[in-house]
């Protein structure tokens, strides 16, 4: 059953959230009261008060307060949507320290998919999905003739699926291997059948902890600037954070501020994904590592200062199943997706269910009493998916 609703939840946000009912634990404690005046009053936290979130606040208040700003904008509403995630290639010319991903070109289990290779990848999958996500390592030979193929075979075969590519590294690479700006990357591929850009690959955006983590990478600011290209050629992206690294909380505030600025010119973030570091014994010794309290926090504190990207996303790909239903009740409204196949975080160690339907998902999603919307890639369609429970699709869908 398709329902209607605005792009970025309700813009009367500020105003529902005036009106909610607010616990003591909240009230009572004056960091979480006064990021509640602040959002309430100007729509915005302010650094300092973002850094004392992370620092100094008891968890389930953080969260419990993340959920009232959620539902201001959402009600009990969870998006998801059902797609493919494919990796064309592990090959990459960059070794980041945290990647247990990338191979190089004479690795035994280095791999290389070509364009047919990758519309036969969607096939199966085909009937029921709408999105392809797909990343990879920076190839040594492809140029932008590969990707455009690529683009171009799966819209022939399969023109109803959204195609969300390529990682802001990627594009540079491209850009670099084959002798053209990143706009003109962006405008070809555009016209070759790319819908958007996921966020991957913004790790943090503070040079000094990229230059010990993924030297090579593109920097800050280019991140940044190719996010901005993107948006001005009216192509939406996502954005990430990677963390449980070696950052600090001052480089993590440092991050989701720099994204909210550029948010402020562009207004083409859809979705804010923070996921953390997956370790394993050969990577990154020194990192910090997130425990579950962490990563909830993070999500939560995400919600409250990027009071202008409308989606924060509980990657289950990433911290699991269990841990992203808890993120649902703390400041995520996007649980991401039904995935069908991955490799990335896979390759770091995670177990998450890569065969979970629809009807999982929304199964998982009503087990923290929350309302499943299937949407599209660029949230603007969303349908109460038939396998929701009856008696839900009759409750107010915003409360
Ligand atoms: S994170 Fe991306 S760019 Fe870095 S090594 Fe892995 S595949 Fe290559």
Redesign the pocket.
């Given at each position: 059953m398709p329902v209607d609703l605005p792009l970025g939840g309700y813009d009367n946000w500020q105003s529902r959230l005036a009106s909610t009912p607010i616990s003591d634990n909240i009230l009572s404690n004056p960091i979480l009261n006064s990021a509640l005046s602040q959002l309430i009053n100007s729509g915005r936290i302010t650094k300092e008060t973002g850094f004392s979130l992370f620092d100094s606040t008891p968890l389930f208040s953080l969260m419990n307060l993340a959920n009232i700003v959620k539902e201001a904008r959402y009600g009990k509403l969870v998006f998801f949507n059902e797609n493919l995630h494919i990796n064309p290639t592990?090959i990459?010319?960059?070794?980041?320290r945290?990647?247990a991903?990338?191979k190089g070109v004479r690795n035994s289990d280095a791999y290389e998919l070509s364009a047919d290779d990758f519309v036969n990848r969607i096939e199966p999958f085909s009937p029921r999905i709408d999105e392809i996500h797909s990343?990879?390592?920076?190839h040594p030979t492809w140029r932008i003739e590969h990707y455009e193929q690529l683009y171009a075979n799966t819209k022939e075969k399969f023109p109803n699926i959204h195609i969300k590519s390529l990682?802001a590294?990627?594009i540079k690479h491209l850009a670099i291997r084959s002798n053209i700006s990143v706009s003109q990357v962006l405008q070809r591929l555009s016209a070759s059948g790319l819908d958007s850009i996921p966020g991957?690959?913004a790790e943090i955006l503070v040079d000094s902890i990229r230059d010990r983590l993924?030297r090579g990478?593109e920097s800050s600011q280019e991140y940044l600037d190719i996010h901005k290209q993107a948006h001005l050629l009216n192509i939406p992206t996502n954005c990430t954070m990677l963390f449980g690294t070696i950052e600090t909380i001052h480089d993590r505030i440092t991050h989701l501020t720099k994204l909210r600025d550029l948010q402020d010119v562009t207004g083409g973030f859809q979705c804010f994904v923070p996921y953390p570091f997956l370790a394993d014994n050969s990577r990154l010794p020194e990192a910090k590592l997130s425990t579950g309290n962490d990563i909830l926090r993070v999500i939560a504190v995400s919600r409250l200062m990027l009071d202008n990207i409308p989606h924060i996303k509980a990657y289950r790909m990433n911290i699991g199943d269990n841990l992203g239903q808890i993120a649902l009740l703390g400041g995520a409204d996007d649980i991401d997706g039904t995935v069908g196949h991955e490799e990335?975080m896979h390759s770091a160690g995670s177990n998450t269910s890569l065969s979970s339907s629809s009807q999982d998902l929304c199964k998982l999603i009503e087990q923290v009493d929350c309302i499943p919307v299937k949407r599209n890639s660029i949230y603007s369609k969303f349908e109460i998916s038939k396998y929701s429970t009856p008696e839900l699709i009759d409750l107010p869908l915003l409360v």
């Open positions: 592990n990459c010319v960059l070794a980041c945290f990647c991903f990338r990343v990879g390592g920076l990682s590294v990627e991957g690959g993924c990478k990335i």
